[in-house]
């Protein structure tokens, strides 16, 4: 750290570490006062409300009460989260020309005086901390960052904004708090930028909520995490909108989750449902896509052309469906043939979905059967439908031939090659329906894949939920003596069973923001599945195309346009790339050109001096391990070992038996999967195989260079592999 220091003072980082320190301290007192209050307000809140009628609490003094220490139960519980993090609550200070001091932080607390101690990183008085520069200084002469340990300030980070207007006692600590942050050795886990997101980035997290705010920007340029601030920003400027409406968060793997699952706790959110592309519906089926198919399966699962496909499955009775239905009325049998019961079929489907159209169904075959019925048969219509109704053939045809279908069993008949060829005739080609079939025949022994799943959610939207067995519904609301339920169940939670059997309601839960990251990855069909969750919702959509898997760039643009439709749309371009050097960015950009010359390439920001080791292995097993053993010297955080699919369990299983020091610091993942991730050392197995093997080719080799913020190591096999830019 370099010390730039304005006016001679004898150690000037300790004095001013000190000032903040006490500044810090106030802070953290006050909270502790905040929360000793609340906690006593909520022990004489409960015992006024268990006490006897004399003393018993007015509703509206109860609801002041709360109102009133809302602000401290909510703090202690940011500061629980915080402290447990060890990040600092306060980690800004803005000093203004007119000698206005504003410390910026996490959460806003304030004086018995209700002034402002700090203030919430979202508020507008905060946005100059973000935005101001020399050339706009936004009348800061001074943007301060603390960092700090828990509640201790351990070291600052200064920019001077407004050298012209600085008065001349004004310390200047520092090289810049971002270069700081970002040479930082990486864990396995993301950490929010709060104390230096850069002003386009800012401007991106503070934009309005309503229609669609699309961010895009390369490799590195904090598209994800910036999508996490907005996230966080809007709960805080329309607290009431969101947190009621819900705010989901997609990404595109549970790796990928894991990995930035603590910025949003850390930035004091935790109303977010965080959800992977196989996960989204996991509102209305019992399992989620996790596996994930080959290449060109998962192409065909994706397309748009599988929808005909499965609505042709939904109308296809099922194989072993009784042929005729006969009853016998007053001596006489009725009898309704297979054309007939098809035609019945076909007219209840298209005024119903599958699953809601039983009793529907039920009525237009006693029609059928009225109209048929000799003239031998001498009743009532109604006593006519009171005797076929109660008829034990009636009633067990009605269960075989209109029967509930689940999506996964629906899904499930696909793997028959001869039915999946036929539904998928002017749809699929020959070999996509082969790949279809061949791709859903380990849906029970496996479960589905990630593709699986927006197929399931479709066809749940198609069929429509699967009504619970009558005995679920009759059962009482009430806890009796011999109830099965051993915890305490509801009204409302029972209520809530009968409303998932109501065939009219919508199925899928819906949110009132949806955020969707890796967005370029998204098929048609996941496009779908996503709509239903904001049918009226506004959109974050976070991607760069130039990273995408999916082959057909085209059709998934005409669905997120058809998502969009007429809604108004902010485009941002994030434009720094903040994560890998620029001895790293330049070889992987040269990579991309060659093969998509229209990817969108930032500016690297910092330079290590180190070029990537560009290796060939004579032993690649032996090569894997000796790389990754060196990579753990060079770097003090994550190394990640980026594979071809078919290399990664060897490549884990060689590496777990090295038995390396440091081998927690180890990542194995393939190229799809490190969608997102960044590692401090990275080595990439074999590209040329990563380049054939991954759906995006060359773009998901891209993906594999770029993860790395210090060292980049490739190796091939036996010779320089084709993948190699030319002169490298
Ligand atoms: N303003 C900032 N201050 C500090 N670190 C930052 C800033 N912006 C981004 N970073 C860091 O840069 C890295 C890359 O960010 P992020 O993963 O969000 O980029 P991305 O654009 O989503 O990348 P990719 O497209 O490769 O998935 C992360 O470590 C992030 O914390």
């Known amino acids: 750290m370099t010390l730039l220091v304005t006016e001679a003072r004898p150690d000037p980082l300790a004095s001013e570490i000190a000032v903040e320190q006490a ?23 409960r015992s006024l409300h268990s006490s006897d009628r ?31 993090e060890h990040e600092g609550l306060v980690f800004g200070r803005l000093d203004r020309t007119d000698g206005e001091v504003r410390y910026v932080g996490r959460i806003g607390v304030r004086d018995e005086d209700y002034e402002p101690l700090v203030i919430d990183w979202r508020a507008p ?109 809007l709960l805080y400027s329309n607290r009431r909108r969101f947190e009621s409406g819900g705010v989901l968060v997609v990404g595109p793997s549970r790796v990928f989750l894991n990995y930035i699952e603590r910025v949003l706790p850390s930035l004091g959110e935790e109303s977010v449902t965080l959800r992977s592309m196989g996960s989204v519906p996991s509102d209305v089926l019992a399992v989620t896509g996790e596996r994930v198919d080959d290449a060109p399966t998962a192409a065909v699962k994706g397309s748009l052309r599988m929808l005909p496909v499965l609505k042709r499955l939904v109308l296809e009775p099922l194989a ?8 016998v009325v007053q001596g006489q049998v009725l009898v309704l043939r297979s054309g007939q019961l098809a035609g019945i079929r076909r007219d209840v489907l298209s005024h119903h979905k599958l699953n809601a159209g039983r009793e529907a169904a039920e009525k237009a075959l006693l029609n059928a059967l009225w109209r048929s019925r000799p003239r031998e048969v001498d009743m009532e219509r109604d006593e006519f439908d009171d005797v076929v109704t109660s008829l034990a053939s009636f009633t067990t ?81 009430f806890l009796d003596a011999d109830s099965e339920y051993a915890e305490i169940v509801t009204t409302a939670d029972r209520l809530s069973v009968q409303r998932e059997v109501d065939p009219f309601d919508l199925p899928h839960r819906t949110y009132a923001h949806v955020l969707i990251d890796e967005a370029q990855d998204v098929t048609p069909m996941q496009w779908r599945m996503l709509r239903r969750r904001g049918a009226s919702a506004s959109w974050t959509i976070v991607g760069d195309g130039a990273q995408s898997s999916w082959p057909d760039a085209a059709e998934a643009d005409r ?22 050097p620029a001895e790293v960015f330049d070889l992987a950009s040269r990579v991309v050109v060659e093969a998509y010359p229209e990817a969108d390439l930032p500016t690297a920001v910092r330079s290590t001096g180190v070029e990537p080791l560009l290796a060939v292995a004579q032993d690649l097993r032996r ?52 969608k997102g991730l960044e590692y401090d050392g990275v080595l990439v197995v074999t590209p040329d195989d990563v380049v054939a093997e991954s759906p995006g080719g060359v773009r998901s080799l891209y993906v594999s260079l770029t993860r790395p913020t210090q060292r980049l190591v490739t190796l091939d096999e036996g010779r320089p592999g084709r993948w190699r830019p030319a002169g490298a």
């Not at 920019?159 to 090289?175: K, R, Y």
């Not at 072993?320 to 009853?327: H, T, W």
């Not at 699929?428 to 791709?439: D, K, N, P, T, V």
């Not at 997120?560 to 903040?578: C, D, K, W």
């Open 320 to 327: 072993d469906q009784p042929l005729e239905l006969r009853v």
């Open 125 to 233: 008085a905060a946005e100059p901390f973000y935005r101001a520069t020399p050339t706009q200084p936004m009348q800061v002469v001074r943007r301060r960052v603390l960092r700090c340990q828990g509640p201790t300030v351990v070291g600052i980070e200064d920019d001077l904004l407004d050298s012209e207007n600085a008065d001349g006692g004004l310390v200047v600590i520092g090289e810049g708090a971002l270069m700081a942050a970002l040479s930082r050795a990486r864990g396995h886990q993301m950490r929010d930028i709060v104390a230096t997101i850069q002003a386009e980035q800012d401007e991106a997290i503070r934009a309005p909520y309503q229609g669609f705010t699309l961010i895009s920007g390369g490799p590195g340029t904090g598209k994800t995490v910036v999508g996490l601030h907005r996230a966080a920003y």
């Open 23 to 45: 500044h810090v301290d106030l802070v953290y007192a006050r909270l502790g006062e905040a929360t000793r209050s609340a906690q006593q307000v909520a022990t004489a809140g």
């Open 397 to 477: 045809f009605g269960h075989a031939w209109w029967p509930s279908v689940s999506a996964t069993s629906a899904l499930r008949r696909l793997s028959d090659p001869a039915l999946a060829a036929r539904l998928s005739e002017g749809s699929l080609e020959r070999a996509e329906a082969e790949l279809l079939s061949a791709g859903t025949a380990d849906l029970d022994r496996l479960g589905p894949t990630v593709a699986d799943a927006a197929l399931l959610d479709e066809l749940v939207h198609l069929l429509g939920p699967v009504p619970a067995p009558p005995e679920e519904n009759e059962t009482s609301l």
């Open 54 to 84: 004399e003393s018993y609490v007015r509703e509206e003094d109860g609801t002041r009460l709360y109102e009133r220490d809302v602000f401290a139960f909510q703090s202690a519980k940011r500061l629980a989260v915080l402290d447990a």
């Open 559 to 580: 669905a997120l346009r058809e998502i969009i439709g007429t809604a108004p749309v902010r485009r941002f371009r994030m434009s720094t790339n903040y994560r890998s």
């Open 623 to 674: 090569d894997v391990v000796e790389q990754v053993r060196a990579l753990l010297g060079q770097v003090d955080g994550t190394v990640g070992v980026v594979c071809p699919p078919s290399r990664r369990d060897t490549v884990l299983a060689d590496l777990e038996g090295a038995a390396l020091d440091g081998a927690d610091r180890i990542a194995v993942v393939t190229s799809l999967e490190s």
